[in-house]
């Protein structure tokens, strides 16, 4: 029964690989020598690393919070999913607003005589940290974190944490020893499929990212649509590196799941 | 209680990317460094949904993209993710991984190998071509999603039914789909979502000619139209919204994060 | 001293409209077995997370060894509870597992491994330190969740239906375990049953609890020949009660004049037969009556009888059963000590 859906993803998915291998051909000593690649995959890999670690920092306490439920949770939880539905381009723009050296803060820094003129901001967007598409990433997958870990700690079938407590484990480290571990193998999963996303994605570092370095996928594309068609073997060559960290991802998750 | 007030921070701190979003959508002059527009107006709008600013056509084209992509993916998705969701079989993990991938390798690392294929097919600059590639993150998030709900699936029921005499098309329409209706309508809607969502797949196969909400509020983002920006930005998020409105009390247990990323 | 002194508790889970506990009072004597016995949903495993400081009471107070708990974080009450179950954390081996109260307290890691040796040879499972408790049979891990509590030396010990998890051949065993290791260690325990005969078999002391209430608390053989009420004589298996009069010794009602326990009380009442107080042949409060149905229950035999206006439940052993088919007259009598009075 699962003979369609296959074929059709491998096929789509097997094509693209195939032809982008095939046509990367003769371009891999350019691109693996060249400062520009290497500049993109480490900021691609920065805004990976710094997006999931900040979103699971916030997400998992969140989910803790749920989890014990206080006043208003319903309320809460509807508006905390939120964003899981809005599109990351809507998300960026409202960082762009927010945190742009004309945006709401800098208008507000400027009320607050902590500035006299945008340029006095801080640059937080087109920056060369990339915070403003960190700030969006972690906008975006704080809820997508939250829910997993929300729902891996209802999964937990009994009560663990309070047998930890009764045997002399503080709240903290019946977390620690306890609740994590049980809970980690889906927060992982959630993790791998977070950097992945926030790696590999186009459309945020290309509206928020400076112009040098770009990020390896804001590179790959702009190289495919360079007038010089000599470049599009090195698009290939890009893109397909970054199937590779993918693929290196993928097979950590398969081997959480098994376990 | 200190900790849900911290949970009250960080949930406006999501919410707060989405009210300059809004206000810019009926702002007037609203320059530096005024906090709040010193005006309101409707011309974000009028315009958004005048016959320039093309937002009407880009509308209908990406509800036909994600509506036809959603149909096809539930067609061949359900089945697969009965398969996973409720059984063991020779091949599984490899089923499991091939499902997986599309999820985890970001779009650009296919779709510039797809794009030559698809041009020596005829396929860019096409609705089919942008719906076929659509299917690439779409197919695999409806199979995960009805593996779940199959997985919350008693097959028993259906063991049940046949004992008790019902064919195999009987069961299926009196026992399985009553069972799985209201995961199969969640797949779908979410489906819709992550279809709707693509920009880079749409980009790339579209070549432009195929232009779909997410195109055009980009274009209109670097291009400094804030207004405009914002206002496409407000059309664009409602129906997410109301989506999650209407089916945040069928996500629930375990497993239910899946369902929800578009 | 560790006695354990409940007082007035009550709790009501949100969005429940009655409490699950509702004004429990419940003293422990110190160093002994206290079973707290009663039927599922009757509140049982929540007075012991309210003694062990999972749950926080809406009312009332719960006090250890004197000192008031109202605040104190379950870490440092001393309270230790073994769930239904084990509850072993899966991701540790048995070693780690029985470790982990004295790793929280800060012991140095050789004196743990010391500890932990010890007191699984006590449960009788030397040498199982490394297995991970999916590799242990039910029996194994109950032990198991037993000695990680016992190596804290807890001042309390609350044991959450220790047994109802385990093959019926596999209980006995593990009673006999329990009831040693408590007497051995002098721990003020607490353990919950819905078991009847494990309760009986293991208690001290039996509190019996009927929808968040202790009904009545005293020696099982207590309990159970004197129930205090209908409710308490109904989860003890009786099941005639005929409604009449009682007056010096004696029982006014469709049997007849029945003599009943001097200690008795008088006045409108109902009397409580068990089925197995009633023997065969004549004797004290002699009764006849026509057999209407026989159950036989692998090893003994249970006879409906028709004694006047009154259906009696009757059991025997197969012996003495012999020849009583249904339809066939009986002789019975129901000596006194077996009978009791209620409202």
Redesign the interface.
């Known amino acids: 029964m699962a003979g369609p859906a296959v074929i059709v993803i491998a096929a789509l998915f097997g094509v693209g690989l195939v032809a982008g291998i095939l046509r990367s051909w003769g371009a891999w000593g350019d691109v693996l020598t060249s400062a520009r690649v290497w500049a993109g995959l480490a900021i691609s890999l920065w805004i990976g690393l710094a997006s999931t670690v900040m979103a699971t920092v916030i997400a998992v306490p969140a989910a803790l919070v749920f989890r014990a439920?206080f006043r208003g949770r319903g309320i809460a939880l509807f508006l905390f999913q939120i964003n899981l539905t809005v599109p990351h381009l809507v998300g960026a723009l409202g960082v762009l607003y927010l945190f742009a050296q004309s945006g709401s803060f800098a208008r507000l820094a400027y009320h607050a005589h902590l500035i006299t003129g945008p340029a006095e901001f801080p640059a937080l967007v087109f920056d060369p940290g990339a915070v403003g598409i960190i700030l969006t990433y972690v906008w975006k997958e704080v809820p997508f974190l939250g829910l997993v870990t929300l729902a891996a700690l209802q999964g937990l079938d009994?009560?663990?944490e309070?047998?930890?407590?009764?045997?002399?484990?503080?709240?903290a480290?019946a977390f620690w020893?306890?609740t994590l571990?049980?809970i980690w193998p889906a927060l992982a999963r959630g993790m791998i499929i977070v950097f992945a996303f926030t790696f590999g994605a186009y459309e945020v570092p290309a509206l928020l990212g400076q112009t040098y370095p770009q990020a390896l996928p804001v590179l790959a594309w702009r190289s495919y649509t360079d007038v010089d068609l000599a470049a599009r073997p090195a698009a290939m060559a890009m893109a397909l590196l970054i199937a590779g960290v993918s693929f290196a991802l993928i097979a950590l998750y398969m081997r959480l799941g098994r376990r | 209680m200190r900790r849900a007030g911290l949970l009250w921070a960080v949930v406006a701190g999501l919410i707060l990317p989405l009210i300059p979003l809004a206000l810019w959508s009926v702002a007037r002059g609203w320059r530096f460094p005024d906090v709040l527009p010193p005006d309101f107006s409707m011309v974000p709008f009028h315009y958004v949904f005048g016959p320039v600013s093309g937002v009407l056509p880009a509308l209908w084209t990406t509800v036909l993209v994600a509506g036809v992509t959603t149909l096809l993916s539930l067609l061949i998705g359900v089945p697969a993710g009965r398969a996973l969701g409720m059984h063991q079989f020779w091949g599984r993990g490899v089923v499991e991984a091939i499902v997986l991938a599309p999820i985890v390798v970001p779009g650009i690392a296919v779709v510039l190998g797809l794009h030559g294929v698809f041009i020596g097919l005829g396929l860019t600059n096409t609705i089919a071509g942008v719906v076929l590639v659509h299917l690439i993150p779409v197919l695999p998030y409806v199979i995960l999603v009805m593996a779940g709900v199959f997985a919350n699936f008693d097959s028993g029921l259906e063991d049940q039914a046949r004992s008790l005499g019902a064919t195999g098309w009987q069961v299926m329409w009196h026992v399985t789909r009553p069972g799985v209706a209201g995961g199969v309508i969640v797949a779908g809607l979410f489906a819709f979502l992550v279809s709707t969502g693509q920009y880079i797949l749409t980009l790339v196969i579209g070549g432009g000619r195929v232009e779909t909400l997410p195109l055009l509020l980009f274009s209109f983002a670097s291009a400094g139209r804030n207004d405009i920006a914002g206002a496409i930005g407000v059309i664009y998020v409602l129906p997410g919204v109301l989506i999650l409105l209407w089916t945040a009390r069928r996500i629930t247990g375990r497993g239910a994060a899946w369902m929800v990323r578009p | 001293m560790t006695a354990v002194n409940v007082a007035g508790v009550m709790v009501t889970y949100?969005g429940a409209d009655r409490p699950v506990l509702d004004g429990v009072d419940l003293d422990l004597a110190d160093g002994g077995l206290t079973v707290l016995l009663g039927p599922s949903g009757c509140g049982k495993s929540t007075l012991l997370?309210v003694i062990?400081?999972?749950i926080a009471p809406d009312a009332g107070d719960v006090c250890i060894g004197g000192a008031s708990m109202r605040g104190v974080?379950?870490?440092r009450?001393g309270?230790?509870?073994v769930?239904q179950?084990g509850?072993l954390?899966?991701?540790m081996t048995v070693a780690e597992n029985v470790g982990?109260?004295l790793r929280?307290?800060g012991m140095a890691q050789g004196a743990v491994a010391a500890a932990v040796d010890a007191v699984l040879a006590q449960v009788q499972l030397a040498g199982f330190g490394a297995r991970r408790p999916a590799a242990l049979s039910g029996g194994q891990a109950q032990r198991v969740a037993l000695a990680?509590?016992l190596v804290?030396r807890p001042r309390v010990l609350?044991l959450d239906e220790p047994l109802s998890s385990l093959d019926a051949h596999l209980r006995r065993d593990m009673r006999d375990l329990i009831r040693g290791l408590q007497r051995d260690s002098g721990i003020t325990t607490l353990l919950v049953t819905h078991d009847l005969i494990e309760a009986t078999a293991m208690a001290d002391r039996l509190a019996l609890m009927l929808d968040g209430r202790i009904r009545q608390v005293g020696a099982p053989e207590a309990v159970y020949a004197r129930p205090v009420d209908r409710d308490v004589a109904r989860f003890f298996g009786a099941v005639t009660f005929v409604p009449g009069r009682a007056h010096g010794g004696v029982f006014d009602c469709a049997l007849g004049q029945i003599r009943v326990p001097d200690d008795a009380r008088d006045g409108p009442g109902a009397l409580v037969i068990r089925a197995d107080a009633v023997q065969m042949g004549a004797g004290e409060n002699a009764l006849t009556g026509v057999v209407r149905a026989r159950v036989f229950l692998a090893g003994q035999v249970r006879l409906d009888v028709q004694a006047g206006a009154v259906s009696l439940q009757v059991m025997l052993s197969l012996h003495q059963a012999a020849g009583m088919e249904v339809g066939a007259s009986v002789a019975l009598h129901v000596p006194r000590d077996g009978l009791w009075v209620v409202d």
């Open positions: 439920g009994s009560d663990h309070g047998a930890a407590r009764t045997l002399g484990a503080t709240r480290r020893h306890v571990p049980l | 949100p997370r062990a400081g999972l974080l379950p870490e009450r309270a230790v509870m769930a179950g509850l954390f899966p991701h982990f109260g929280m307290r990680r509590a804290v609350l």
